[in-house]
């Protein structure tokens, strides 16, 4: 079992940047793949990207790539989304999930993730 803490969401205006982190705890964190997730009012939960548990193989959906930038540090417990340029489009609350997938690529869709975190809400402002 772990357990996901998201932090680091808030109001930023659109074209500023973000830094989410999600702290686990309960298992070795090294264990798990880890993704990011974003959910907005009405839509589907989307994925945004993954991460392999040795910090290896990063997954950016195209939606965000070039913007958008995940991360990982081991001995922190602790993966990292670094979100920028972001638009009003992208208001939505984002999670963090962990996924014990041995694939050597990160999974991606949110059914393969078996933790989550409770979300973090992003609003960016027009």
């Known amino acids: 079992q772990v357990q996901l803490v998201e932090s680091g969401g808030g109001l930023v205006q659109a074209g500023g940047s973000l830094r989410l982190s999600c702290a686990a705890s309960?298992?070795?964190?090294?264990?798990?793949?880890m993704g990011w997730f974003r959910q907005a009012p009405g839509k589907e939960r989307e994925s945004l990207a993954a991460?392999?548990?040795?910090?290896?193989?990063?997954y950016i959906a195209e939606s965000v790539k070039g913007r958008f930038t995940i991360s990982r540090d081991n001995a922190k417990n602790t993966v990292y989304l670094q979100m920028n340029s972001l638009k009003p489009e992208e208001t939505a609350v984002y999670y963090c999930?962990?996924?014990?997938?041995?694939?050597?690529?990160?999974?991606?869709?949110?059914?393969?993730?078996?933790?989550w975190g409770k979300g973090t809400q992003i609003t960016v402002s027009s």
């Open positions: 999930a962990a996924s014990g997938s041995l694939t050597v690529v990160p999974p991606r869709g949110a059914h393969e993730y078996e933790y």
């Open positions: 309960g298992r070795t964190f090294s264990y798990y793949a």
């Open positions: 991460i392999s548990r040795n910090g290896g193989r990063p």
